[in-house]
């Protein structure tokens, strides 16, 4: 089956500094890539589309330039949390869509294992 | 405005019975409903779907049944088994292809 693999898995990181977190597809293509934020015991909230080799869509609410998405590759979209807060505390997780499929937007997401952000 | 609830935070049978999560939902242009199971520390994963065309998908123990009129969705597991232990969401497709979760469902099979 389809593999993304998301890293690191949690990460503890000073107020002020920049984390980056990686999504990528191990064994197929995809255009498009979703981040989401989920806090205890809630949904995951979808912050962003990323898509390759144009810019991201972000949700309402969602400050893009809090929030970089980098789509560079077909395999690859990474979200970075700039100058980040305690409140940026949270469960960061990412999906894919395989690309090719003739009914893509009905297709099953496969989703990264997630990273937990803490901000001290 | 939560367009996907699942309203039981949490349910708890015995193994060999069945297991019935709930979803509701409220945007009548979602067209495509989904369940994934989730493990902790894990990402989700597919479990079943169902077109708003039809009532029912089966797979295995897994039936997905479709009421559009009551916007109502249900997950049965039957046999449930202590491995199906896990967290799930469902979620609703529109026709762009974004999904919309609900808020999940802690599902416990004791032995």
């Known amino acids: 089956g389809a593999v993304v693999s998301q890293h690191p898995s949690w990460v503890i990181c000073k107020s002020g500094t920049s984390v980056k977190i990686e999504c990528r597809s191990l064994?197929?293509?995809?255009?498009?890539m979703f981040w989401y934020r989920q806090f205890p015991k809630q949904s995951l909230m979808l912050m962003a589309t990323?898509?390759?080799?144009?810019?991201?869509?972000?949700e309402q609410g969602v400050e893009k330039d809090k929030f970089l998405i980098n789509h560079a590759s077909l395999t690859l979209s990474t979200l970075t949390v700039t100058s980040a807060h305690p409140e940026d505390s949270s469960f960061y997780i990412c999906?894919?869509?395989?690309?090719?499929?003739?009914?893509?937007?009905?297709?099953?997401?496969?989703f990264g294992s997630g990273t937990q952000l803490s901000v001290l | 405005d939560q367009q996907v609830k699942q309203n039981s935070p949490s349910l708890s049978v015995q193994e060999g019975r069945i297991s019935i999560l709930n979803c509701d939902y409220t945007n009548s242009m979602f067209d495509y409903f989904l369940w994934y199971k989730k493990y902790p520390a894990e990402g989700p994963t597919f479990l079943i779907s169902?077109?708003?065309?039809?009532d029912k998908n089966e797979d295995g123990r897994f039936t997905v049944f479709l009421n559009k009129s009551a916007k109502h969705l249900s997950l049965h597991i039957v046999p449930s088994q202590p491995g199906d232990s896990a967290v799930y969401f469902c979620?609703?497709?529109?026709?762009?292809?974004?999904?919309?979760f609900g808020d999940g469902t802690t599902l416990t099979v004791k032995p």
């Open positions: 979620a609703a497709n529109t026709n762009a292809g974004k999904s919309t």
């Open positions: 990323s898509n390759e080799g144009s810019k991201a869509t972000y």
């Open positions: 169902i077109s708003s065309i039809k």
């Open positions: 064994d197929f293509q995809a255009t498009t």
């Open positions: 999906s894919a869509r395989p690309d090719g499929l003739t009914d893509a937007t009905n297709e099953k997401l496969f």
